[in-house]
């Protein structure tokens, strides 16, 4: 396992790690082989970067910067959904059967245990209420919930990337903080990758009798988040919908099809520095293209 140095309290952002993996062509690869799995496995452990939440030195921050930091309607759901999501994969890491998979799976466990941490720590710093969360409950099916959570992740991310980058050069958020996360959100999209590699990876090894039933769970849970983000979009108060949220909270200037348009083009920019041989989430961006045609 490659593991990279801390910078001064911030991971490292993780640029150099990728270098390696920009490389193949789309469609150049098997899904389901041997050498698929060897390829997103490692990837994925070879551009995992070591840091430690606690020795994150976070910046001081001016009152305008300190009443955005509260005002965002993101602090409870982001740690519910990190403590769920390590419960959840720790328990589907125990069900693989192959051991680099496993390691890959355990791996990708303590990032999210991590980016738990870190929400943890900003929180405490600049004294943003939490509730008392419960421990989260091992699922009943790990597999499923597992699905649940990585296509859950698949809609997160594509929008949370955008929601950073309109942070990032806004200005609304102090640059070392933007510094602080950069290495998390691209944590996230390094997640996305291995996941919609793993399910691919999984559906194509399974016994043509169970195929449709896994095709149809993985279906049933795209339209759910589908419907999820769509009532958000049109309106909907749901306590879950924190990446639209955050868009409503952080600017009013930017235009939904602006938004889309940037989503797209930070979810690219992000995947693209890796192998181009590893799937890439469809569904999403397919939806955004769309709506960037009919929204003015």
Not at 81 to 106: F, K, N, W, Y
Not at 223 to 230: G, N, S, T
Request: hydrophobic share 40%; aromatic share 10%; glycine share 4%.
């Amino acid at each position: 396992m490659t593991f990279y140095p801390k910078t001064e309290g911030r991971p490292d952002n993780g640029v150099a790690n990728t270098l390696a993996y920009q490389k193949g062509r789309p469609g150049s690869l098997v899904v389901g082989s041997e050498e698929h799995k060897e390829l997103f496995c490692r990837f994925f452990i070879d551009t995992h970067i070591i840091f430690d939440p606690a020795a994150i030195k976070w910046p001081e921050l001016d009152e305008g910067s300190l009443k955005l930091l509260h005002s965002l309607p993101v602090w409870t759901e982001a740690m519910e959904t990190e403590r769920m999501g390590t419960c959840t994969i720790q328990s589907c890491a125990t069900l693989e059967t192959d051991p680099l998979i496993r390691e890959a799976v355990t791996l990708l466990a303590q990032e999210e245990a991590r980016h738990a941490a870190t929400i943890q720590g900003l929180t405490t710093r600049y004294g943003i209420p939490l509730p008392d969360l419960p421990p989260p409950q091992p699922p009943v099916d790990a597999e499923w919930e597992f699905l649940r959570f990585g296509y859950s992740e698949c809609f997160d991310a594509f929008f949370t990337c955008a929601l950073f980058a309109i942070a990032r050069d806004s200005g609304l958020v102090p640059r070392p903080l933007v510094e602080t996360f950069e290495p998390v959100i691209q944590e996230e999209a390094r997640h996305v990758l291995f996941f919609v590699n793993w399910e691919a990876y999984h559906q194509a090894r399974s016994p043509f009798w169970q195929r449709p039933a896994r095709l149809g769970r993985g279906a049933l849970e795209r339209v759910l988040q589908a419907q999820k983000r769509l009532r958000a979009a049109l309106g909907a108060r749901s306590n879950k919908d924190f990446t639209m949220k955050s868009h409503q909270a952080i600017t009013k200037e930017i235009t939904p099809r602006r938004f889309l348009e940037l989503c797209l083009a930070e979810n690219a920019r992000r995947l693209d520095r890796y192998d181009a041989r590893l799937l890439r989430p469809r569904l999403v961006p397919t939806i955004a293209k769309a709506l960037c045609h009919v929204l003015r």
